[in-house]
């Protein structure tokens, strides 16, 4: 089990195409979410996309700049807001995918967004691996990981998985530790 300070140092020390598996609780996901993006973002001053199949794009955009992340290098791909029925904002930043059962489609457009982008290091975040749960059932969601997992690889990203702990089923994290560098438990401290 990690804090979330000793999770920014870790992030900071690891090589530049590394998988990581992070589970949170559910308390300290938007905390760590930030944390982990300022390093990313911030320090490390990368450019990366954002998967979003936990809250519309425009509820996460705003939730990351108001705790300090530079969005502007960051593309986001957002596979909630037309499922809620929510209006997409035009922005160049981002890529409305009309539902998260479409693992196909977010296949494409990660590889897509991807070769927009500066050759070099980049970063791609996934939050929240446990949602997808709620729209596949845990085979399809692990073969969708293997292949998340096996395409950063290929473009030598740093990797990032989100999963909830609670949403998170034992079977599920044992299948997505194969797959990963690292698999890292945050404990919720205000430090």
């Given at each position: 089990?990690?804090?979330?300070?000793?999770?920014?140092?870790?992030?900071?020390?690891?090589?530049?195409?590394f998988?990581?598996?992070i589970?949170?609780?559910?308390?300290?996901?938007?905390?760590?979410?930030?944390?982990?993006?300022k390093?990313?973002a911030?320090?490390?001053?990368?450019?990366?996309l954002?998967?979003?199949?936990n809250?519309?794009y425009?509820?996460?955009k705003?939730?990351?700049?108001?705790?300090g992340?530079?969005?502007?290098?960051?593309f986001?791909?957002?596979?909630?807001?037309?499922?809620?029925?929510?209006?997409?904002?035009?922005?160049?930043?981002?890529?409305?995918?009309?539902?998260?059962?479409?693992?196909?489609?977010?296949?494409?457009?990660?590889?897509?967004?991807?070769?927009n982008?500066?050759a070099?290091?980049?970063?791609?975040?996934?939050d929240?691996?446990?949602?997808?749960?709620?729209?596949?059932?845990?085979?399809?969601?692990?073969?969708?990981?293997?292949?998340?997992?096996?395409?950063m690889?290929?473009?030598?990203?740093?990797g990032?998985?989100?999963?909830?702990?609670?949403?998170?089923d034992?079977?599920?994290?044992?299948?997505?530790?194969?797959?990963?560098?690292?698999?890292?438990?945050?404990?919720d401290?205000?430090?």
């Amino acid at each position: 089990m990690k804090t979330i300070k000793e999770l920014s140092d870790y992030l900071q020390q690891m090589p530049h195409d590394f998988v990581v598996l992070i589970i949170v609780s559910a308390e300290g996901y938007a905390r760590a979410n930030a944390e982990i993006l300022k390093v990313l973002a911030n320090e490390d001053n990368l450019p990366g996309l954002y998967i979003t199949v936990n809250k519309p794009y425009i509820t996460m955009k705003r939730s990351l700049e108001e705790n300090g992340v530079r969005t502007e290098r960051i593309f986001f791909i957002d596979c909630i807001t037309k499922t809620a029925g929510g209006m997409p904002e035009d922005d160049k930043n981002v890529l409305y995918l009309d539902s998260p059962q479409n693992l196909t489609g977010l296949g494409m457009a990660m590889g897509e967004a991807l070769s927009n982008m500066p050759a070099g290091d980049k970063f791609l975040f996934m939050d929240s691996l446990s949602t997808l749960l709620l729209y596949h059932n845990i085979g399809t969601v692990a073969k969708f990981s293997h292949f998340l997992t096996s395409k950063m690889r290929v473009w030598g990203l740093r990797g990032i998985l989100m999963s909830v702990e609670k949403e998170t089923d034992p079977e599920f994290a044992d299948q997505l530790s194969q797959f990963c560098d690292a698999v890292l438990k945050i404990e919720d401290k205000n430090e």
